[in-house]
C-alpha cells in the first residue's frame, strides 16, 4: 500500500533563508509521480511541483525545488530565499500509475516563516 | 481558463441531516476525485471517477456517503445522515488523464467546509 510521511509537524525559517520540508513515501510502484501542494489559511491547494520517478534530473519551479532520492525513498522540497507569503501548511503527495493512478496525501507540515 | 467550482462554500447542519455538495471540474478534465479533510490532517480520498465512472470509493462510508457523475461532467456528493465526525472540508479535484503517465496535475477547487453539530 502507498504511504506519505511527513514527520515535521510544524518549521520556521527566516525570511530570506532557505528551508527544506521532508517527504519520504512507501511504493512498490516502478513508476509513480511525486508532488507538492501549498494549502494557506484560506484553504486552497495550489500545486507546487511535480517529480516523476523516471525523471533523472530534480525539479524545480522557480524558488521551489525537489530533492529527488529514489533509493531513499524520499522527496524533500527546498524553498528558497522565504517570504512571508510562504506561511503555510504544505502537501507532499503520491500518484502511482497502476492501483487506478490513486493519490495519497500525507499529514502536511506548517511552515512558519518569521520577519 | 475556469478552475474546479464548488458548491456551497460553507455549511453548517445538525447531527442526522443531510447535505449535498456540488463540483464542476475544469472542462475537458475527465477524472474527478473527492477528497474529505479533517483539521490538522492531509486529504483523505472519498472517491475517483473517470468521466461516470468509479475507479476508487475504498474509503468512502457507503452507509452515509454516496457520490455521482451523471453525464461525466459535474458531481455531487451527498452525507445522510450527517454525524459529528464528518466535519470537514469537502474537497473536489480534477485532472486530465494520461494513460500511464502519473505526471498529470491535480487541481482542487477551494472547498465545502461541512460543520455538523
Known amino acids: 500500500a502507498q504511504k506519505i510521511t511527513q514527520t515535521q509537524p510544524g518549521m520556521f525559517v527566516q525570511e530570506k533563508e532557505a528551508v527544506t520540508l521532508d517527504c519520504t513515501y512507501d511504493?512498490?510502484?516502478?513508476?509513480?509521480?511525486l508532488f507538492w501542494y501549498k494549502q494557506p489559511s484560506s484553504g486552497e491547494m495550489i500545486f507546487l511541483i511535480y517529480?516523476?520517478?523516471?525523471?533523472?534530473q530534480n525539479a524545480t519551479e522557480g524558488r521551489y525545488s525537489l530533492n529527488f532520492q529514489k533509493a531513499r525513498k524520499s522527496a524533500n522540497l527546498v524553498i528558497s530565499a522565504s517570504q512571508l507569503g510562504d506561511s503555510a501548511m504544505y502537501f507532499c503527495?503520491?500518484?502511482?500509475?497502476?492501483?487506478?493512478?490513486?493519490?495519497?496525501f500525507g499529514d502536511g507540515t506548517t511552515l512558519t516563516v518569521k520577519p | 481558463e475556469a478552475g474546479v467550482a464548488q458548491s456551497p462554500r460553507y455549511k453548517i447542519i445538525e447531527k442526522r441531516q443531510s447535505v449535498a455538495f456540488w463540483c464542476n471540474p475544469i472542462s475537458g478534465h475527465a477524472t474527478l476525485y473527492w477528497y474529505q479533510q479533517i483539521l490538522g490532517q492531509g486529504p483523505k480520498l472519498l472517491i475517483q471517477?473517470?468521466?461516470?465512472?468509479?475507479?476508487?470509493d475504498s474509503q468512502l462510508p457507503k452507509d452515509r456517503f454516496s457520490a455521482e457523475r451523471l453525464k461525466g461532467v459535474d458531481s455531487t456528493l451527498k452525507i445522510q445522515p450527517a454525524k459529528l465526525e464528518d466535519s470537514a472540508v469537502y474537497l473536489c479535484?480534477?485532472?486530465?488523464?494520461?494513460?500511464?503517465?502519473?505526471?498529470?496535475?491535480?487541481?482542487f477547487g477551494e472547498g465545502s467546509w461541512l460543520t455538523v453539530v
Open positions: 479535484a480534477s485532472s486530465f488523464p494520461r494513460q500511464g503517465r502519473p505526471g498529470n496535475t491535480i487541481y
Open positions: 517529480q516523476g520517478s523516471y525523471d533523472e
Open positions: 471517477f473517470q468521466n461516470n465512472g468509479v475507479v476508487d
Open positions: 511504493t512498490s510502484d516502478q513508476s509513480y509521480g
Open positions: 503527495a503520491m500518484r502511482e500509475v497502476t492501483n487506478a493512478g490513486k493519490s495519497t
